[in-house]
């Protein structure tokens, strides 16, 4: 498990450190909250019960 949290770690840091890393988690974000958003409307609208 502690290599993996290294592994993670590290990786981490990359992204963070690369250009790219600010468009990849924007669009990780615009992703993750149009599946919850779909997720509470099919839950609430099409399936209510």
Known sequence: MSLGSIAGGILGA???LSAAA???VFVVLVVAISAEL???AW???VNPS
Do not use: A
């Open 14 to 16: 990359r992204l963070s």
């Open 22 to 24: 600010k468009r990849y």
């Open 38 to 40: 779909l997720q509470l």
């Open 43 to 45: 839950h609430y609208v």
